[in-house]
């Protein structure tokens, strides 16, 4: 029998922000969760679509030519090659879908890059 992940549990473990962690895997995709606050940096990802699905909080994202924000139940797809910024002025709680070959920062790199161990 698969088991189950219990979201809120799998976030009680770390408090470090914008480090994506991976709690499953759906074929050639992770299921990740991630703590936000504050800004992160203008990227894209060249090959992958990301999904963010708000839990707890209020997240927002730029992009160059608008902003989205969304409340906890709502998600987002990012489509390959779109520039975006994610934010979150308090502590938001995200699930996010993505393939397996997702970095965090995209096509921006450097220090905040994070690979779930």
């Known amino acids: 029998m698969p088991p189950k992940v219990n979201l809120a549990e799998k ?10 962690r991976v709690v499953g895997e759906v074929g050639d995709m992770h299921v990740k969760v991630v703590k936000l606050q504050g800004e992160f940096v203008w990227h894209h990802h060249e090959l992958e679509d990301e999904m963010f699905l708000v839990l707890k909080g209020r997240f927002h994202i730029r992009f160059r030519d608008g902003e989205r924000s969304l409340d906890p ?26 393939p397996k070959t997702t970095v965090n920062t995209g096509s921006a790199g450097g220090e905040r890059t994070y690979v779930d161990s």
């Open 73 to 98: 139940g709502e998600f987002i797809i990012v489509p390959r090659g779109v520039e975006h910024c994610p934010y979150a002025e308090e502590e938001v709680h995200v699930m996010l879908l993505e």
């Open 11 to 20: 976030l009680s473990l770390f408090s470090e922000h914008f480090q994506p």
